[in-house]
T-cell receptor, first 114, second 116 residues
Framework: GENVEQHPSTLSVQEGDSAVIKCTYSDSASNYFPWYKQELGKRPQLIIDIRSNVGEKKDQRIAVTLNKTAKHFSLHITETQPEDSAVYFCAASREDTGRRALTFGSGTRLQVQP | SQTIHQWPATLVQPVGSPLSLECTVEGTSNPNLYWYRQAAGRGLQLLFYSVGIGQISSEVPQNLSASRPQDRQFILSSKKLLLSDSGFYLC???????????????FGSGTRLTVV
């Protein structure tokens, strides 16, 4: 089955700096890669996703890049703000099979220092 | 509108007691539904998924079971809880057509289960 590795486990940045979180996946057939933000005690919320036919996607201060050959994808947050502090999870799935279930990375705790 | 409901929000149960967590989805039909568990400070582990009524696939051997008695209802159960069953349980559903707008997975608000 799919295995997703996520790094780093914790990341501390100064407000206004950029943050990068990286994930690798094992199943070359995976074709959907979402990123979720989870605040303490809350449900994970989708912040951005990318499909395997796209190399990069951007939404305001958030961007995701995908390298299918190397089987890795990254989340980039620019101009970080204190409210970006949370745990971020990457995930991968095959959307061409009946299972279609997300496999998650272990999470990155991002702390933005004001 | 399409929404997902999950309850209860918190639950404290003694070891050996039964468990029933419920998840319902509104505004859609024949959704793929999922149960995930999140241990404290950890990632999300897929427990069960269902592609239709009565169709349950288990991802990991465990003390839990799942059922889907109706199209938009997904239930997580246990006959006898263990201490290791403590965690944050999240129901999720997949929505939207593959590759189309509005596609993705949305989580319920979660149930925090503490087994004592």
């Amino acid at each position: 089955g799919e295995n997703v590795e996520q790094h780093p486990s914790t990341l501390s940045v100064q407000e206004g700096d950029s943050a990068v979180i990286k994930c690798t996946y094992s199943d070359s057939a995976s074709n959907y890669f979402p990123w979720y933000k989870q605040e303490l005690g809350k449900r994970p919320q989708l912040i951005i996703d990318i499909r395997s036919n796209v190399g990069e996607k951007k939404d305001q201060r958030i961007a995701v890049t995908l390298n299918k050959t190397a089987k890795h994808f990254s989340l980039h947050i620019t101009e970080t703000q204190p409210e970006d502090s949370a745990v971020y999870f990457c995930a991968a799935s095959r959307e061409d099979t009946g299972r279609r279930a997300l496999t998650f990375g272990s999470g990155t705790r991002l702390q933005v220092q004001p | 509108s399409q929404t997902i409901h999950q309850w209860p929000a918190t639950l404290v149960q003694p070891v050996g007691s039964p468990l029933s967590l419920e998840c319902t989805v509104e505004g859609t039909s024949n959704p793929n539904l999922y149960w995930y568990r999140q241990a404290a400070g950890r990632g999300l582990q897929l427990l069960f998924y269902s592609v239709g009524i009565g169709q349950i696939s288990s991802e990991v051997p465990q003390n839990l079971s799942a059922s889907r008695p109706q199209d938009r209802q997904f239930i997580l159960s246990s006959k006898k809880l263990l201490l290791s069953d403590s965690g944050f349980y999240l129901c999720a559903w997949r929505h939207g057509g593959t590759g189309g707008p509005g596609y993705g997975y949305t989580f319920g608000s979660g149930t925090r289960l503490t087994v004592v």
